[in-house]
T-cell receptor, first 115, second 116 residues
Framework: GAGVSQTPSNKVTEKGKYVELRCDPI?????LYWYRQSLGQGPEFLIY????????DSGLPNDRFFAVRPEGSVSTLKIQRTERGDSAVYLC?????????????FGPGTRLTVT | AQSVAQPEDQVNVAEGNPLTVKCTYS??????LFWYVQYPNRGLQFLLK??????LVKGSYGFEAEFNKSQTSFHLKKPSALVSDSALYFC??????????????FGAGTRLAVHP
C-alpha cells in the first residue's frame, strides 16, 4: 500500500517568507509526528497529533512554527517569517496507534532551504 | 537528561564480514530502544526494537541488536554485510516522559559503508 507522502520534496524560499509543508499519512493511521533533521544530526521531535488535536507540541522551536491536522488525516506544518536556521529536512511519520507495538512509518521528507 | 549516543560517525566493513554499529543510551528506568535505517532520498525505515524480554532482538534484512543493561548499550549487528546495507543508521530511545506514545529521541547517526 501507499506509504507516507510529503510535498513538496524540496522547497527553496527567501528569508522572511511563509512556507507550508504537507504530510499525507498512511490511511487509517491516527498518530502523526513531525520531526526536523538538520545536516549531520538525527531527527528531532517537533509535534505529535492524535487524531485532529496536537497532543504534544513541546518540540516546536518557537511561535513561528505551527501545525494543523483539521480532519485527522493530512497535516500541514506552517513556518512564518522563515530564517536561515530553519533550513533542514522536515520529516513526517505516522503510526496505527501510540503504544510501543506501533512503529512509526516515515515519509521521504521535505528539504527546506532558506536563502 | 535522556539521550542516545552513536560514537562512530562512519563504519567501514568489507562485504561478507560481520558488522557492528554502536549505540549507548542514557535513560532512567527501563528503556524502549529502536534502530532505523535511512537510504538516500528515502524516509527512515524501521529495523527493530527492544521493549522487554530477550536481550537479542532480530529485525529486518538480517539485522539484530543486543540489549546490554549493564553497559547501557544497544549495538546493531549483522553476521555478513552486503554492499546494499550501505546507508545511514539511527539509534533511538523512547522518551519515557512522553505520556504513553512513541516520542523518539534519536542519535546523530552512523554512516555504514560496505565495500565489495
Amino acid at each position: 500500500g501507499a506509504g507516507v507522502s510529503q510535498t513538496p520534496s524540496n522547497k527553496v524560499t527567501e528569508k522572511g517568507k511563509y512556507v507550508e509543508l504537507r504530510c499525507d499519512p498512511i490511511s487509517g493511521h491516527t498518530a502523526l509526528y513531525w520531526y526536523r533533521q538538520s545536516l549531520g544530526q538525527g531527527p528531532e521531535f517537533l509535534i505529535y497529533f492524535q487524531g485532529t488535536g496536537a497532543a504534544d507540541d513541546s518540540g516546536l522551536p518557537n511561535d513561528r512554527f505551527f501545525a494543523v491536522r483539521p480532519e485527522g488525516s493530512v497535516s500541514t506544518l506552517k513556518i512564518q517569517r522563515t530564517e536561515r536556521g530553519d533550513s533542514a529536512v522536515y520529516l513526517c511519520a505516522s503510526s496505527l496507534g501510540t503504544g510501543t507495538g506501533h512503529e512509526q512509518y516515515f515519509g521521504p521528507g521535505t528539504r527546506l532551504t532558506v536563502t | 537528561a535522556q539521550s542516545v549516543a552513536q560514537p562512530e560517525d562512519q563504519v567501514n566493513v568489507a562485504e561478507g564480514n560481520p558488522l557492528t554499529v554502536k549505540c549507548t543510551y542514557s535513560v532512567s528506568g527501563n528503556p524502549y530502544l529502536f534502530w532505523y535505517v535511512q537510504y538516500p532520498n528515502r524516509g527512515l525505515q524501521f529495523l527493530l526494537k527492544y521493549i522487554t524480554g530477550d536481550n537479542l532482538v532480530k529485525g529486518s534484512y538480517g539485522f539484530e541488536a543486543e540489549f546490554n543493561k549493564s553497559q547501557t548499550s544497544f549495538h546493531l549487528k549483522k553476521p555478513s554485510a552486503l554492499v546494499s546495507d550501505s546507508a545511514l543508521y539511527f539509534c533511538a530511545v523512547r522518551d519515557r516522559f512522553s505520556g504513553g506514545y512513541n516520542k523518539l529521541i534519536f542519535g546523530a547517526g552512523t554512516r555504514l559503508a560496505v565495500h565489495p
